[in-house]
């Protein structure tokens, strides 16, 4: 039937609220979404008088519904490519079918809602905050389980084309960086190696101040050497095991690992603790963690995540990157994790995936 125009801001972000849902939406949750500084009472009349707008600027009003308190679009009506992104119940983790993950990347059309914004509404905007880092972390993570896909098949230029979009959104993913170079030397294109290299080096010096990880400089040198191996689904998880020169003795921080001993004995005892390892780039953190994750020798889950200050979109992105892969590997664990479940979810909505 065409575009319909509406225009009204507020009542547009209305909508598309409501069509970024799979389920009916509560009024309660659409009037602070929209005023969050009004009484509750108030705020309830204001919605109330922006359905009706809504309704009135629609085709057919009957795509609204209303029911049990609750606000929703008919199923039946619409269609809407975030609901039938959510219906692709991809867990990388244990998905064998790439076709999954070509649908996931296929209805990922870039930011969410890109360009919109509810300036009077910092709930509101604090919603499409969350959710353009949850869409599009849900197409990171199909892309990388393609390329490894394509590269285990052989398909060596398609893994690169996938690499390349994925660097294209994330350009500070010095892990896809790396891929990207093992996989144009396995192509037997060293120059374009090379080349990769250099950008991954002058993003990172650019944007944050560092050089390349020595696991990304590891493989650069292998590539030009042609001694990498072929190329293959990096195993899941942290890898402690390629810090550089982990087999040789860690001198003058025996101190430093007995704290960090310490305060593990005392987490098994049930008191809670936090670390914080502090210094400056190259005195040996990483080197100092490696050590510590080996001394535990299998005596407890090693979970790693990383956040830089100008790349962080969303709260707590370090220690999401840091459940994830271990909540898709253990989903049992939820199972006693009790009300954590639905505090953690705020920040990882695909748990719902894994708990029903």
């Not at 144009?184 to 993003?203: F, H, K, P, S, T």
């Not at 593990?264 to 953190?285: N, Y």
Request: one cysteine or more; aromatic letters at 6%.
């Amino acid at each position: 039937q065409g575009l319909v125009a509406i225009s009204r801001r507020k009542v547009r972000a209305l909508l598309y609220r409501l069509a970024a849902a799979q389920d009916p939406v509560s009024r309660e949750h659409l009037s602070f979404l929209f005023w969050p500084d009004t009484r509750e009472s108030v705020a309830r009349r204001n919605l109330t008088s922006l359905l009706s707008h809504l309704r009135r600027a629609l085709p057919n009003p009957e795509v609204v519904r209303v029911r049990d308190d609750h606000v929703g679009l008919d199923a039946a009506l619409v269609w809407s490519d975030v609901r039938a992104l959510e219906n692709q119940r991809v867990d990388s983790a244990h998905q064998a079918d790439p076709a999954a993950h070509e649908r996931v990347v296929n209805l990922y059309r870039g930011p969410f809602l890109e360009g919109i914004f509810q300036s009077d509404s910092p709930e509101y905007e604090s919603w499409l905050t969350l959710e353009r880092s949850r869409w599009e972390q849900r197409y990171l993570d199909a892309l990388a389980s393609l390329v490894d896909h394509e590269a285990s098949v052989g398909k060596l230029q398609s893994a690169i084309d996938l690499a390349l979009r994925y660097v294209e959104v994330d350009d500070l993913a010095e892990k896809m960086h790396g891929r990207l170079i093992e996989l144009y030397a396995n192509l037997g294109d060293r120059r374009a190696a090379m080349r990769q290299y250099e950008r991954c080096a002058e993003i990172l010096e650019r944007e944050l101040g560092v050089e390349p990880l020595p696991e990304t400089q590891a493989i650069y040198d292998a590539a030009l050497k042609g001694t990498l191996a072929p190329v293959a689904a990096p195993p899941a998880g942290p890898d402690w095991s390629k810090v550089p020169a982990l087999d040789l003795p860690l001198i003058g921080r025996t101190d430093f690992l007995a704290e960090l001993d310490s305060a593990f004995a005392r987490a098994r005892d049930g008191v809670g603790t936090l670390v914080l390892l502090s210094g400056e780039p190259g005195i040996g953190k990483t080197r100092l963690m490696a050590e510590f994750a080996q001394r535990l020798n299998g005596r407890a889950h090693l979970l790693q995540g990383a956040g830089h200050p100008d790349s962080q979109l969303t709260p707590y992105q370090p220690l999401v990157d840091a459940l994830r892969p271990f909540l898709a590997a253990s989903p049992s664990w939820l199972e006693s994790a009790g009300c954590c479940v639905d505090e953690i979810a705020l920040l990882m909505p695909e748990l719902s995936d894994l708990t029903h």
